[in-house]
Nanobody, 126 residues
């Protein structure tokens, strides 16, 4: 059974950093583009960052450019989201998602994905 599991969320002060991990089981990430999405209370889900199968193409929401970095280690079957200079408005549940055929632009901008993880809470507060 294909599953995605996020980890690394938590409570952090403004200006701090967190690294989220998305681990796959039941399938090999090599064949999937991966995206990170988030949903804050009362807001729609938004694409944060997406990465192509090879890792050569990435996409970032304007709100996180220069602060977040997506990367993947296909040998370990894991995708990461390094989040620096966190702000209170980054508070949300973060989800990873996978799709075998979408472009990173289609994934991130239209949330077109086939598989979703369960999410991990990120809270930025002093």
């Amino acid at each position: 059974q294909l599953q995605l599991a996020e980890s690394g969320g938590g409570l952090v002060q403004p200006g701090g950093s967190l690294r989220l991990s998305c681990a796959a089981s039941g399938f090999t990430l090599d064949y999937y583009a991966i995206g990170w999405f988030r949903q804050a209370p009362g807001k729609e889900r938004e694409g944060v960052s997406c990465i192509s199968r090879s890792g050569g193409i990435t996409n970032y929401a304007d709100s996180v450019k220069g602060r977040f970095t997506i990367s993947r280690d296909n040998a370990k079957n894991v995708v990461y989201l390094q989040m620096n200079s966190l702000k209170p408005e980054d508070t949300a549940v973060y989800y990873c998602a996978a799709d075998p055929s979408r472009t990173v632009q289609a994934m991130c901008r239209l949330s077109l994905v086939s598989y979703w993880g369960q999410g991990t809470q990120v809270t930025v507060s002093s």
